[in-house]
């Protein structure tokens, strides 16, 4: 196990530069990608590394938001709800000013701009809730899971809410283009990656949010505005639910009761892989979009071999996220160079 | 609400003097019971129902429908209770959310002397309903690989994406797989994609990565072939004839048939309108001179482009 003292170590020494902990999710996601192309070669084609990205897109863009919130000590299980009801209210609003817009880039973009509006709104209350209203983020957010879950199924009348066709065909390029080779939606999980990595590890903010994680009361001695921050947290992961939602719509341009369920707890896990730490105060972008990565990857191996059984791939799919996690978790180390 | 209405001009202008004597009899009190609808087939049977209520309410004044509907087992247990206590139904139609926790409080209703109508999930004890109404999962999965044999020749290559691992699933399965059986046509491969759009495209883009050569698709479920329909246009394998053949009866898809789509040229019928199917069936009960027991097995209907008008319908949101 980890202890706490070696976790914010702040100089950590050079020997252990090799140490699992960090390498533990670049290894497993290079040893499933050897299994994939053992299994099949189609696996390192084109086609499939390029559909493997794109789908990775939605939990990794929604993980790196839950990396805030989690390094923070909170938890966010609203996230597929959210996404679902975001969907929903886009479709409706788009479909709706056809009549007035038409059905150009301006509706697609007012339905964008929509989307960031209820994802920041969204995530503004999950946080204003657990910070000033004092309830665990537990309950909060499986409170508003439900209600976001039971929104869209009454908004679609429970059955699926459709986009109009012919503003699909002027959203679509935003899921199946390309720039450089490498469709948009990758583009868009590349730039909430990076912008998420600088926020976390580069600014006072990200200091703050692994302060709070750590030791709340602590940081709270310490001048920092822990309501403030950890409701910055809540809106930012809020703000990635609508990028995901953003990029979600063009592929089926519909939603029903059925979007984003289990999104939540696949974000969750994606950040755990990566080597965050789930009760706060230390956390790892990059970690967290090679955990979404080795969630994508599990299930895409899965479908391109019929050696297990269909039934087994909830099994397979749990033996390989516990194992990824044990192999940086335990003190696997490469010498044993260090006294305990 | 109409009914009210209509008694109500009856009083004042005594024109229309039938209604009278209709609302003074004892009237047939029919409980209807089924789960919430939390996706799209669900909220397509409980629009049947509703429409099925207004026309048999209109039909026969004195006939009372009340429709209830149950977010989960133990929520519908006591509905049927309170359909016994409050409402002292004459008949119960009911979709069980289960079919092992629903059996002893359905055998109850029966106790209290209503008849019964059994839709689409049987009990786990024979002999309690007087009627079972259901659509037929395995003659869904022999129609849809009579079509494929009748389309493909010797040699083709299909794949098939299942619905959420059940006995439903497993019965259309097997069903498809025995009648395909020696028709030389080749079953690549079959996955899970759980009757839902976004699994149907992946584990159809991963089919497409995996198989150079597929002919056709068996998605079973409408909503999964939306998902397949994606996956093949995104990678440009649309065309040379491939086809896709889903099930259920979504007016999206019965549309596409009707407008002559080449990709999704049939359906197979699974239809959630069953319920009112039972319905009708249950009023018939009180009203045909025929006897009406037994079972009502509902024919996997092959949709084609002839026939496909008579199961659209446009207002309703499957």
Request: proline share 4%.
């Amino acid at each position: 196990m980890i202890s706490a003292p070696e976790r914010h170590a702040r100089k950590p020494s050079r020997r252990y530069a090799l140490d699992l902990k960090t390498l533990g999710p670049a290894l497993a996601l290079l040893l499933l990608c050897v299994i994939g192309f053992l299994l099949n070669p189609a696996f390192v084609s084109e086609g499939n590394l390029t559909n493997l990205l794109t789908r990775s897109a939605f939990i990794g863009i929604i993980a790196v938001g839950a990396t805030f919130v989690i390094t923070a000590g909170g938890i966010d299980l609203s996230v597929g709800s959210m996404a679902a009801a975001i969907s929903g209210v886009m479709i409706i609003v788009m479909n709706n000013v056809v009549e007035t817009i038409g059905t150009g880039v301006a509706t697609v973009l007012l339905g964008c701009g929509l989307a960031i509006v209820l994802g920041i709104g969204a995530g503004w209350i999950n946080g204003a809730l657990t910070t000033k209203g004092k309830i665990e983020a537990f309950i909060v957010t499986l409170g508003t899971m439900g209600i976001y879950r039971s929104l869209v199924t009454y908004f679609a009348d429970g059955g699926t809410l459709a986009l109009n066709f012919d503003i699909r065909g002027t959203y679509r390029p935003v899921y199946y283009d390309s720039f450089l080779g490498l469709p948009f939606p990758v583009w868009v999980f590349i730039g909430v990656a990076i912008c998420g990595w600088l926020l976390l590890s580069r600014t006072a903010f990200g200091r703050y949010c692994t302060a709070i994680g750590s030791n709340e009361s602590v940081a709270r001695y310490s001048a920092i505005n822990v309501d403030a921050v950890k409701t910055l947290t809540y809106v930012i992961q809020g703000l990635c639910v609508s990028f995901a939602t953003i990029i979600y719509v063009p592929r089926l341009g519909s939603a029903s009761a059925s979007t984003g369920v289990l999104w939540e707890l696949e974000a969750i896990a994606a950040v755990i892989i990566g080597g965050t730490v789930l009760k706060g105060g230390y956390g790892r972008i990059g970690g967290t979009i090679l955990g979404a990565l080795i969630l994508t990857t599990i299930g895409n191996i899965l479908n391109f071999t019929d050696m297990i059984s269909n039934y087994l791939n909830g099994t397979m799919q749990g033996l390989i996220i516990i194992v990824a996690v044990l192999l940086q978790r335990s003190d696997w180390r490469l010498g044993k160079s260090r006294k305990t | 609400m109409l009914m009210r209405k209509v008694v109500g001009l009856a009083a004042i202008a005594s024109v229309l003097a039938f209604a009278a004597p209709a609302t003074a009899q004892e009237k047939i009190k029919i409980g209807v019971s089924y789960p919430t609808p939390t996706h799209a087939w669900a909220a397509g049977m409980n629009w049947h129902a509703e429409v099925a209520e207004k026309r048999l309410e209109a039909l026969y004044p004195d006939v009372d429908l009340i429709l209830v509907n149950s977010p989960d087992p133990s929520a519908q247990a006591s509905a049927l209770e309170d359909l016994v206590a409050v409402h002292q139904i004459d008949a119960l139609v009911v979709l069980p959310f289960e079919s092992e926790p629903l059996t002893d409080p359905v055998l109850n209703v029966k106790k209290s002397g209503a008849w019964i109508t059994v839709v689409d999930r049987g009990l786990s004890q024979p002999g309690i309903e007087d009627l079972y109404v259901a659509g037929n999962n395995p003659e869904l999965g022999r129609v849809s690989a009579k079509y494929m044999k009748g389309r493909l020749k010797d040699g083709d290559n299909i794949v098939i994406l299942r619905g959420i691992p059940t006995v439903i699933d497993n019965e259309r399965f097997d069903a498809f797989m025995e009648e395909i059986k020696g028709s030389g046509i080749n079953v690549l491969d079959h996955k899970h994609a759980n009757w839902n759009r976004d699994d149907g495209f992946q584990v159809m883009q991963d089919f497409l990565s995996r198989f150079p050569d597929i002919d056709a698709v068996w998605a079973q479920d409408d909503d999964i072939a939306i998902g397949v329909v994606a996956a093949l246009k995104q990678a440009g394998r649309d065309g040379n004839g491939m086809f896709v053949v889903g099930g259920a009866g979504m007016k999206q898809i019965i549309k596409g048939i009707m407008d002559g789509d080449d990709l999704i040229p049939i359906d197979v019928l699974y239809p959630p309108s069953m319920i009112a199917t039972a319905m009708d069936a249950t009023v018939a009960h009180f009203k045909s001179n025929g006897p009406i027991a037994g079972r009502y097995i509902l024919g996997a209907t092959l949709i084609t482009p002839e026939n496909a008008e008579s199961y659209y319908f446009a207002e309703s949101p499957f």
